[in-house]
């Protein structure tokens, strides 16, 4: 299964292109599904309400689902309360009801990836479009799982839970549920759910791509977005660059927007020339249904239907479990593109390659904590546990070579195994 996540800066119409495509896709032969969670965009440009419990059919080939994390929200409430209905009666805690619960903030990304999952699980659909909220959040949404799996590991120790066999015979005297035996049940449910979030994310067959208007600052914001989609293992596959003006006009003033349109766009193709470009058209108004859809990307415009795998070298960490081809077969696992190079031999050192295109020296960071290194590209920061070989051994320094981030690791004495 293809699923492409499409995003990028607030008012570049990505909605719009998310919904081309795929109806591009489905008009290539692939049962496609576009999900939102946007309230009324899709309606108008898809021409046709959608559905929150099941997918709308839109097109031949083509479904529309929109998430209501209103809904999802309740349901996990609900779930839990009755769940922890124990402790709760201990404490004396009046429960909620369905009708006064509203959803929190995150409650729309806890909402999305869930439905991003089920959906993936499915054999309904060769391809999953996503609209994605705005790149920055998107960056953020697309590292949560991974960060609270770290965050249950630190506060929930699975190894703690050796004790886990006297838990029941203590419940048994006390009289209720122990507090620490429903703690570590709930943390199994979170790992095992946020697990599969993971997969999907991390899967060969995902990708990431961005939209974005012919502006004078395009090509700076891309590729800050590219930068913080890299240091998360994030793969780009396409620029689509939105609403560009016909050249060659007489009206002067059409003339000077269109050729600084031109000017952005040789811009972004320099600042990507290992990611495809997509060139969409300015309709001279919104498309509203499938037929404006149909005439967007009519012509150059249908290559955003392009649903391939193939790899830009921006891949994300190994996954558990490896795309399905054609026949059934798996594919294998994303391999990590954070990679060990032995330089022992010649310079006494290992460098950890981090492949961070688009990334800048004013805005790096980098600091080990323990057998753990922050790294810091702008406004994200990742953090990775070292690889074993690295644990032994103390940064040197770190430097930004094409678009490649190297952090040099000299063996400590104490900790490196003595040569005979």
Request: proline share 8%.
């Amino acid at each position: 299964m293809r699923t492409v996540l499409v995003t990028g800066p607030g008012g570049a119409g990505r909605t719009t292109l998310a919904a081309a495509t795929a109806l591009a896709a489905a008009r290539k032969g692939a049962r496609a599904l576009l999900l939102t969670t946007e309230s009324s965009a899709p309606e108008t440009v898809l021409g046709t309400a959608l559905g929150a419990e099941a997918p709308t059919p839109i097109a031949p080939g083509l479904h529309a689902r929109r998430i209501d994390p209103g809904d999802r929200f309740r349901q996990e409430f609900l779930a839990f309360q009755e769940r922890a209905g124990a402790a709760l009666d201990l404490l004396g805690a009046a429960p909620l009801d369905e009708d006064e619960l509203t959803e929190l903030p995150g409650a729309e990304d806890f909402a999305l990836l869930q439905a991003l999952r089920a959906e993936h699980a499915s054999d309904a659909w060769d391809t999953v479009v996503v609209d994605m909220p705005s790149a920055a959040e998107t960056i953020r949404l697309l590292a949560l799982p991974n960060q609270v799996r770290r965050y249950l590991r630190r506060l929930l120790p699975p190894e703690r839970q050796a004790a886990r066999a006297l838990r029941p015979v203590l419940a048994q005297l006390a009289g209720v549920p122990m507090p620490a035996q429903k703690l570590y049940e709930a943390a199994e449910r979170w790992e095992t759910e946020l697990s599969a979030v993971q997969r999907v994310i991390d899967d060969p067959g995902t990708s990431v791509r961005l939209v974005t208007e012919a502006g004078p600052v395009a090509a700076a914001n891309l590729r800050a977005i590219r930068a913080g989609l890299a240091l998360h293992g994030r793969r780009t596959d396409g620029v689509v660059v939105n609403r560009l003006l016909p050249t060659g006009s007489a009206d002067p003033f059409l003339a000077a927007l269109s050729g600084s349109q031109q000017t952005a766009l040789k811009a972004l193709r320099e600042e990507f020339p290992d990611v495809p470009v997509h060139e969409v058209p300015h309709l001279g108004r919104d498309p509203q249904g499938v037929a404006e859809l149909d005439e967007l990307i009519d012509g150059p415009a249908g290559e955003i239907g392009d649903t391939g795998t193939g790899d830009t070298g921006e891949t994300g960490e190994p996954g558990e479990t490896g795309d399905r081809g054609r026949n059934g077969e798996t594919a294998g696992p994303r391999p990590d593109p954070w990679t060990v190079e032995d330089r022992l031999a010649t310079d006494g050192l290992l460098v950890w390659r981090v492949p961070l295109p688009g990334a800048e020296r004013r805005g790096l960071g980098l600091v080990r904590r323990g057998d753990e290194i922050v790294v810091t590209v702008g406004r994200f920061r990742r953090i990775r546990t070292l690889p074993s070989v690295l644990r032994r051994c103390t940064v040197s320094g770190a430097g930004l070579r094409d678009g490649v981030l190297e952090i040099r690791f000299s063996p400590d004495p104490d900790l490196w195994p003595k040569s005979d």
